[in-house]
Nanobody, 122 residues
Framework: QVHLVQSGGGSVQAGGSLRLSCQAF????????MGWFRQAPGKEREGIAA???????SYLDSVKGRFTISQNNAKSTLYLQMASLKPEDTAMYYC????????????????WGQGTQVTVSS
C-alpha cells in the first residue's frame, strides 16, 4: 500500500512561484510513474507533468518551460516547481503514483494525494 501526502501550494500573485511536494509512504520505490494533475472548478482533471522510473519527464504544453517535476534521490518525494504562474493555473493540484502504468501521461494512476489548492491572482 502506498500513501501520498501533499504539502505546499497556497495563494500567489501572477508571475510568482510556488513549490508543491508529495511524500510517499509505504512500498513506493518501484513506481513506474509519478505525476501531477490539476482540476479547476467546472473543468475536467488534467495531467500537467509526469516522471517515469528512468527520470524521463513529460509536460502539458501550457506549463512547459514554467513548471518542473522532480524527485529526491530516494524517489520518496515528488516535487512540482511552478514559476511564472498565471491566473489560469488556479486549481486543486494532485500528485499521483502507479506501479504498472506504462504511459506516465495517462490518467490511470492507482495512488493519489489528498490535493492542495493553488490560487493565482491577477
Amino acid at each position: 500500500q502506498v500513501h501520498l501526502v501533499q504539502s505546499g501550494g497556497g495563494s500567489v500573485q501572477a508571475g510568482g512561484s510556488l513549490r508543491l511536494s508529495c511524500q510517499a509512504f509505504g512500498y513506493f520505490n518501484v513506481m513506474s510513474c509519478m505525476g501531477w494533475f490539476r482540476q479547476a472548478p467546472g473543468k475536467e482533471r488534467e495531467g500537467i507533468a509526469a516522471i517515469d522510473n528512468d527520470g524521463t519527464t513529460s509536460y502539458l504544453d501550457s506549463v512547459k518551460g514554467r513548471f518542473t517535476i522532480s524527485q529526491n534521490n530516494a524517489k520518496s518525494t515528488l516535487y512540482l516547481q511552478m514559476a511564472s504562474l498565471k491566473p489560469e493555473d488556479t486549481a486543486m493540484y494532485y500528485c499521483a503514483a502507479d506501479r504498472t502504468l506504462r504511459i506516465c501521461s495517462d490518467p490511470y494512476y492507482n495512488y493519489w494525494g489528498q490535493g492542495t489548492q493553488v490560487t493565482v491572482s491577477s
